[in-house]
């Protein structure tokens, strides 16, 4: 049995600029990531990372080169598809956070529900699906407290149940922990991989080595190419671990 690919990108490549001020933020990328799999994007600052993540999240498209998601060739789809096809599969994860501060965490998590059309989600059911995203992070007791009223952590937490809510094939998160203390950090990769062990399709993007460990496979870009593609030999429950120390030490040097 194959597995399935979820994003399939072939000979990819986007070129800011015109005539000899050309940049080829991405210079042909192929790529697969299949079905379950919990990818780090890594590279240096201007290689082409958010470029990259632009295009995996449907906002932007390439130049030149194909990007099959979840089996639909969506290179060359219209703005309006695009948009289409974003509340339809994908969940996003920022690391600002981005939740609306007058909204409280259930508000917020049912924001992408809310304008989804097909089908449209009837507004007695929103709040229950929201709880039940805000179970799965952990926070279902937080439901009522506004975005000022938590942690970093647990805003980013309510973010990823904003992420979940819509059941998208794919989740991408840019820098989830870029804004978090180390404690916060190792808490959210310990929700992100607990998520990826039942059954999620996570990609993120993050320039920190010591989180990139805690996925399945740390791809780098330099210069809008791939430079490396590597599996994490460690398994889950060696992964599991290795979170769960890193929680408790850091939690002994923080004041
Ligand atoms: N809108 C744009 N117009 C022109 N050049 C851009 C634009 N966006 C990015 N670039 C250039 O493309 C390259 C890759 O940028 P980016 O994808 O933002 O890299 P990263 O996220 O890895 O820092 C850089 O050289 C950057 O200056
Ligand atoms: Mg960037």
Redesign the pocket.
Known sequence: MSATAIIEIIDLK?I??TGDVQ????DGVSLKINQGEFVAIM????????????ILACLDRPTEGSYILDGEDVSNLSRVQLAHIRNRKLGFVFQSYNLLPRLDAAENVMLPIIYQRDPPVPVGERRDKALAALDVVGLANRAHHLPKALSGGQQQRVAIARALINDPVLILADEPTGNLDSRSSYEIMALLHGLHERGRTIVM?THEPDIAQYTGRIIS?RD?KLETDKQNGKLGEELRQKLRLAIQESAGTES
């Not at 940049?23 to 991405?26: E, G, N």
């Not at 590279?43 to 632009?54: A, E, Q, V």
Request: cysteine-free.
């Open positions: 986007k800011y600029g940049v080829a933020a991405l590279g240096p600052s201007g290689s082409g990372k958010s470029t990259l993540m632009n993007v870009i809008g």
